[in-house]
């Protein structure tokens, strides 16, 4: 029996009727410059195609991933090796072979033996964790340059034995005498050989993401029609971004022995009337989260290289944008698993002292499109803000003129570990082109977990 939270929101505006009601408001012209504080500034970023997994990917390791959107953002910056203080890594879904991911791939990527390099782990927003770690490296004094990035590869997941196989396996190893290894090897039964593979459910409550965004899409009255409507959104949009060259982020990368990878390969516009062809991938027969519009699993590496701004401009760069205030949080993983970016905006607009209006361009990660539209009815409901977030007033509805303009994970794929650092240069690269000051980036992740951060365009 499927719970459904009761949130009263079955008479908010549908996707039609939301781009309508907002205009784009005059932004402010005040920089977020904390006093005393060292500026911390993206120079650029890369990421290796993002592709479905089993695809042109499938035979590399997490770390050759790695190695190719480090050795890309070496090319891409011409930053010489020497100058980088640290290196941090995001990942997922670990290979056992490279637990230190991060370390492994810039040893292959040349950098210095003498350049240490962590990895660290937070669900979806695992780079948005290593970028901040060397945003907290380089404001402290400790650092001033840092490349950050995440990888994720989706088509080689660790698929261990049994526990009972395990015990049984190490047991042997230990047994010093022929009688006592016939001994163990009589205790053997062939339901041992079951594999375990990586589990795709929450732990706190043995409950898939999908699962969860069916449930949420219904307790907000997401309809089917919304959800695949928004998701062909994306992919029409990330077309229309990857056909004008604009992400202009993604880097060539040779897979050995096979072509070079070009492009992202998930990109594929459909139609509503295919679209609502597809049967509910979660909740049967009548749940609304599909194949169609859901992210996928998807294999690629980012990298980030952030400075301290002095740094930067001594070394003859022009950066691209400023990394300001940015804000984790985290909620209820059984009913609120996917809210992180309605929690997570409304802090780190305050903290920042902003408000909706002065956004110019927002990148949420896409998990779901029930999740992008629940997150939207939340922000946009004083009765949500009220009785979950203990706030006066709601946040305010991200104006889809601003929202996601080149695609999302949806379309242009999401490897768990990397998503984060596509967001932030989404973001850097559109106040470029559009001619914006502020982004905001934010991001739900696996835990009930979030995070937002506020992206200054670098002045021109």
Same mark, same amino acid.
């Given at each position: 029996?499927?719970?459904?939270?009761?949130?009263?929101?079955?008479?908010?505006?549908?996707?039609?009727?939301?781009?309508?009601?907002?205009?784009?408001?005059?932004?402010?012209?005040?920089?977020?410059?904390?006093?005393?504080?060292?500026?911390?500034?993206?120079?650029?970023?890369?990421?290796?195609?993002?592709?479905?997994?089993?695809?042109?990917?499938?035979?590399?390791?997490?770390?050759?991933?790695?190695?190719?959107?480090?050795?890309?953002?070496?090319?891409?910056?011409?930053?010489?090796?020497?100058?980088?203080?640290?290196?941090?890594?995001?990942?997922?879904?670990?290979?056992?072979?490279?637990?230190?991911?991060?370390?492994?791939?810039?040893?292959?990527?040349?950098?210095?033996?003498?350049?240490?390099?962590?990895?660290?782990?937070?669900?979806?927003?695992?780079?948005?964790?290593?970028?901040?770690?060397?945003?907290?490296?380089?404001?402290?004094?400790?650092?001033?340059?840092?490349?950050?990035?995440?990888?994720?590869?989706?088509?080689?997941?660790?698929?261990?034995?049994?526990?009972?196989?395990?015990?049984?396996?190490?047991?042997?190893?230990?047994?010093?005498?022929?009688?006592?290894?016939?001994?163990?090897?009589?205790?053997?039964?062939?339901? *041992?050989?079951? %594999?375990?593979?990586?589990?795709? #459910?929450?732990? $706190?409550?043995?409950? +898939?993401? @999908?699962? =969860? &965004?069916?449930?949420?899409?219904?307790?907000?009255?997401?309809?089917?029609?919304?959800?695949?409507?928004?998701?062909?959104?994306?992919?029409?949009?990330?077309?229309?971004?990857?056909?004008?060259?604009?992400?202009?982020?993604?880097?060539?990368?040779?897979?050995?022995?096979?072509?070079?990878?070009?492009?992202?390969?998930?990109?594929?516009?459909?139609?509503?009337?295919?679209?609502?062809?597809?049967?509910?991938? *979660?909740?049967? %027969?009548?749940?609304?989260?599909? #194949?169609?519009? $859901?992210?996928?699993? +998807?294999? @690629?590496? =980012? &990298?980030?290289?952030?400075?301290?701004?002095?740094?930067?401009?001594?070394?003859?760069?022009?950066?691209?944008?400023?990394?300001?205030?940015?804000?984790?949080?985290?909620?209820?993983?059984?009913?609120?698993?996917?809210?992180?970016?309605?929690?997570?905006?409304?802090?780190?607009?305050?903290?920042?002292?902003?408000?909706?209006?002065?956004?110019?361009?927002?990148?949420?990660?896409?998990?779901?499109?029930?999740?992008?539209?629940?997150?939207?009815?939340?922000?946009?409901?004083?009765?949500?803000?009220?009785?979950?977030? @203990?706030?006066?007033?709601?946040?305010?509805?991200?104006?889809?003129?601003?929202?996601?303009?080149?695609?999302?994970?949806?379309?242009?794929?999401?490897?768990?570990?990397?998503?984060?650092?596509?967001?932030?240069?989404?973001?850097?690269?559109?106040?470029?082109?559009?001619?914006?000051?502020?982004?905001?980036?934010?991001?739900?992740?696996?835990?009930?977990?979030?995070?937002?951060?506020?992206?200054?365009?670098?002045?021109?």
């Amino acid at each position: 029996m499927t719970t459904i939270l009761a949130y009263p929101f079955k008479n908010l505006p549908t996707t039609s009727k939301w781009a309508l009601r907002f205009a784009v408001q005059t932004k402010t012209k005040k920089t977020l410059a904390k006093p005393n504080i060292r500026n911390v500034v993206v120079v650029d970023g890369v990421r290796t195609p993002f592709l479905l997994s089993g695809t042109s990917y499938k035979d590399l390791m997490p770390h050759d991933l790695a190695r190719a959107a480090l050795t890309g953002l070496l090319h891409r910056t011409s930053v010489p090796k020497e100058v980088v203080d640290y290196i941090i890594f995001g990942t997922v879904i670990q290979e056992v072979k490279t637990s230190n991911v991060a370390r492994e791939a810039a040893l292959g990527a040349g950098f210095s033996d003498k350049t240490p390099a962590h990895t660290v782990t937070m669900a979806c927003i695992s780079a948005n964790q290593a970028m901040t770690t060397g945003v907290g490296l380089i404001a402290s004094g400790q650092c001033d340059v840092i490349v950050a990035g995440g990888v994720e590869l989706m088509s080689d997941v660790p698929i261990r034995h049994s526990r009972k196989m395990r015990k049984l396996m190490l047991d042997l190893n230990k047994a010093k005498s022929m009688g006592q290894r016939l001994s163990l090897i009589s205790k053997f039964r062939l339901n *041992f050989l079951a %594999p375990e593979l990586p589990a795709v #459910a929450e732990f $706190s409550t043995s409950e +898939t993401m @999908g699962h =969860s &965004a069916d449930r949420l899409a219904a307790a907000f009255a997401v309809s089917r029609l919304e959800q695949d409507e928004y998701a062909l959104r994306s992919h029409s949009l990330a077309k229309k971004a990857q056909d004008e060259g604009l992400l202009s982020d993604v880097v060539p990368f040779r897979v050995p022995g096979k072509d070079t990878v070009t492009k992202d390969n998930g990109i594929r516009p459909s139609s509503l009337e295919q679209m609502a062809k597809l049967k509910p991938a *979660f909740i049967k %027969p009548y749940g609304t989260v599909t #194949a169609a519009n $859901s992210s996928f699993l +998807t294999d @690629g590496a =980012s &990298a980030i290289l952030i400075m301290a701004e002095e740094k930067a401009l001594a070394m003859g760069y022009k950066p691209k944008a400023y990394l300001r205030d940015f804000m984790y949080v985290s909620q209820d993983p059984k009913d609120q698993l996917l809210l992180g970016p309605t929690y997570a905006t409304p802090k780190v607009l305050e903290k920042a002292g902003l408000t909706m209006n002065d956004i110019d361009a927002f990148e949420f990660h896409e998990a779901f499109s029930g999740q992008i539209l629940a997150n939207f009815k939340a922000m946009d409901s004083d009765w949500f803000a009220e009785n979950y977030m @203990g706030r006066k007033t709601k946040v305010g509805l991200p104006p889809l003129e601003k929202f996601n303009n080149w695609g999302g994970s949806l379309s242009l794929g999401h490897p768990f570990g990397a998503t984060g650092c596509r967001l932030v240069m989404a973001a850097a690269n559109r106040l470029r082109k559009e001619g914006g000051q502020y982004g905001l980036v934010a991001a739900c992740a696996a835990g009930g977990q979030g995070h937002a951060m506020i992206v200054e365009a670098y002045p021109k």
